[in-house]
C-alpha cells in the first residue's frame, strides 16, 4: 500500500503545478503592465493655443497740437456759464424773498436758457456759450469732443451744491441722517471738482473731476474763419471778449 500511495502523489504533483504555473505567468504580465510607462508620442499631442498680447493702450494726455486754456479763459468761461445759467434762476429767488414778487415766468425763462446751454448747444455745436464767450473748447486724448453728458454734468456741480445744502438742513432739523448723507454727497461734488482736483490732485492739466471722468482737457479755441450762420454769430461773441479782456495771451 506504500508504493501505491507513492505513486499516487507523483501523480498529482504535475497537476498542482500546471496550475500554479499559468497564475504567476498571469501575474507577471500584470507587474509589467503596471511598471512600464505609457509613452505617448509627441505626434499625438495637441498644440497649444498661443494667446494674441493686446496692444498698450494709448497714453491719456492732451495732443500736442492743441494748448491748454489760460486761466483767463477758465475764468470767463467759468463765469459766462454761471449768468447764463443760473442767472435768472438766482434773480427769481432773490425777488421772490426780498421783494414778494411772483417770479413764476422769469424761473420758467431760466430753466429754459439753462437747457439750452447745457443740453442744447453742446449736443449742435460741441460747445456752451461759455465756451464760445471765452474762445476755448473740451477735446478728449484722441483729438475728438467728449460726449455731451461731459457738458451735463459739469454744469450741474452749482445746483448739486444747493440741493446739497437744502438736504443737510432739512436732515439736520428732523434728525434724518440718510438726508445728511445725501447732501454733504452732493455738496462735495463741487469742492472735489473745482478745489481737490484742479488746484491740487491735477494742478498741470487743470483737469475737474467730470474732467477725469471722460478723459476731457479745456484746450483753446482757434476759428478756422468759414463758419457762417449761426456759428459765426457765437464766434463773434469770442472775438468780442479779446478786445475786451485779451484772453488771447
Not at 477725469?212 to 457765437?234: D, R
Request: aromatic share 10%; proline share 5%; glycine share 8%.
Amino acid at each position: 500500500m506504500g508504493l501505491l500511495d507513492k505513486a499516487a502523489e507523483k501523480k498529482a504533483e504535475p497537476k498542482v503545478a500546471e496550475v500554479e504555473k499559468p497564475k504567476r505567468e498571469r501575474r507577471q504580465r500584470k507587474a509589467k503592465t503596471e511598471i512600464e510607462p505609457v509613452v505617448v508620442s509627441s505626434e499625438t499631442k495637441k498644440p497649444r493655443r498661443e494667446r494674441k498680447k493686446r496692444a498698450p493702450s494709448e497714453p491719456k494726455v492732451i495732443p500736442k497740437e492743441f494748448e491748454l486754456a489760460g486761466r483767463l479763459n477758465r475764468f470767463a468761461v467759468g463765469l459766462a456759464n454761471f449768468v447764463v445759467n443760473w442767472g435768472l434762476v438766482v434773480t427769481a429767488i432773490v425777488m421772490s424773498a426780498f421783494l414778494n414778487a411772483n417770479p413764476t415766468w422769469i424761473i420758467i425763462g431760466g430753466v429754459l436758457l439753462a437747457i439750452t446751454n447745457i443740453v442744447i448747444l453742446p449736443i449742435f455745436m460741441g460747445r456752451n456759450l461759455g465756451q464760445f464767450i471765452s474762445r476755448t473748447k473740451y477735446i478728449n486724448s484722441k483729438s475728438e469732443r467728449p460726449v455731451f453728458i461731459h457738458a451735463l454734468l459739469n454744469n450741474l456741480n452749482f445746483p448739486l451744491f444747493l440741493l446739497g445744502l437744502i438736504l443737510m438742513l432739512m436732515g439736520s432739523g428732523s434728525g434724518d441722517y440718510a438726508l445728511l448723507g445725501g447732501g454733504a454727497f452732493a455738496s462735495s461734488i463741487l469742492l472735489i471738482d473745482s478745489w481737490l482736483c484742479k488746484r491740487y490732485l491735477f494742478q498741470e492739466s487743470k483737469q475737474g473731476l467730470w474732467d477725469i471722468v471722460f478723459n476731457a482737457y479745456l484746450v483753446k479755441h482757434v476759428p478756422s474763419g468759414e463758419e457762417t450762420g449761426w456759428l459765426a454769430k457765437l464766434e463773434g461773441l469770442g472775438d468780442f471778449a479779446e478786445q475786451k479782456f485779451k484772453m488771447n495771451k
